[in-house]
């Protein structure tokens, strides 16, 4: 078993689990080795919690169907879609053909154990499926915006909203996260990059070793770090979209913030947050003043340079997960040029 991943038990099919059958998980939950149980029945799902096995091993029940007579659409991101329930308790995050069970299982593994570990995040629910989708359910927060919803409609709150955008990621990168319960950063990338097939062995192999030289650190990690995941009711700010929460150089959750506000295509930045690239541009400077709590501009210019060969891991790390778009390619190329 390789150090840090987390392995996905598809129990479906299994009627009954053995006192002896849990033992062999929290020995090997011990040595390291982290599980999801996925699609466990009833009686199982209760063994697991009755004997306390649930605390150390994610256990999520069969997958429920998919009413989408309950819900109305409100928005949408590059992997799902979101629906409000009608009755105002729930909201249900709807996967595209490219979600998967192993990802929504690992988005609710995570997402559970982020609130138990205290970081405020929505209360996570129920897996469903209507045999094409896979989804999941939360605690509908409300009134709530997004930070990037916030400046796109009151563009005077731009810098007031990056400020504190930059506090929360700062105070999150202070962290010290719990390593038993969740991932090295930089295994997650080797996982993905090492048997990928779709990049040139070049590329791979001075990716991987940029992966070796990344300073080992064990604080949190949101791994999609953006203004569109951050909520809040104007009283309290919660962290959304946890299935990439890991432990890690905070460098490496830097590199997506830059890659969506510098490096993405107008066009994506228009879906994303409906700001264009002068206003994303605007929001990046102010996040690394007060980020990195200087205006020294040659110090603010070694640190992006620094941000920007992380980024470059990061988009070989997206193409191998979900697929190069055109634009990548020679950005990547130019980029691990330079390593």
Excluded at 174 to 201: G, H, K, L, M, N
Excluded at 262 to 277: D, I, Q, R
Aim: glycine share 6%; proline share 5%.
């Amino acid at each position: 078993m390789e150090p840090g991943a987390i392995y996905m038990l598809d129990f479906s099919a299994v009627e009954d689990v053995r006192f002896a059958a849990l033992r062999i998980l929290l020995n090997a939950r011990k040595g390291g080795a982290k599980f999801t149980v996925v699609c466990a029945p009833d009686a199982v799902a209760e063994k697991f919690e009755d004997t306390g096995v649930s605390a150390f091993v994610s256990v999520s029940r069969k997958p429920k169907p998919l009413d989408m007579s309950r819900y109305v659409e409100f928005g949408e991101s590059f992997m799902s879609k979101a629906y409000n329930s009608k009755d105002g308790d729930a909201m249900i995050k709807v996967y595209g053909s490219r979600g998967s069970l192993a990802q929504v299982a690992r988005e609710k593994a995570v997402a559970k154990s982020v609130m138990l570990f205290g970081i405020p995040t929505p209360l996570v629910g129920t897996i469903y499926h209507d045999g094409e989708h896979w989804a999941l359910d939360f605690e509908r927060i409300t009134p709530k915006r997004s930070f990037s919803r916030i400046i796109s409609e009151e563009p005077e709150r731009l810098e007031e909203i990056t400020v504190k955008f930059a506090g929360m990621c700062r105070q999150l990168h202070e962290t010290p996260c719990d390593t038993v319960i969740f991932s090295d950063r930089r295994q997650i990338y080797r996982s993905t990059i090492e048997p990928s097939e779709a990049i040139p062995d070049g590329i791979r192999s001075k990716a991987l070793a940029f992966i070796d030289r990344i300073p080992e650190a064990t604080t949190c990690l949101h791994g999609d770090m953006q203004p569109s995941n951050v909520i809040t009711t104007g009283k309290e700010e919660m962290w959304i979209d946890l299935a990439d929460f890991c432990y890690g150089y905070p460098m490496m959750d830097l590199s997506m913030w830059y890659f969506l506000s510098n490096v993405a295509p107008e066009g994506l930045m228009m879906h994303l947050f409906h700001l264009g690239k002068e206003e994303m541009k605007k929001i990046w400077d102010i996040f690394c003043r007060e980020y990195f709590a200087t205006s020294d501009a040659a110090v603010l210019q070694q640190k992006e340079a620094e941000i920007r060969d992380y980024c470059i891991l990061h988009m070989i790390f997206l193409g191998c997960q979900s697929g190069f778009e055109p634009f990548m390619m020679p950005i990547i190329e130019a980029g691990t040029a330079r390593w």
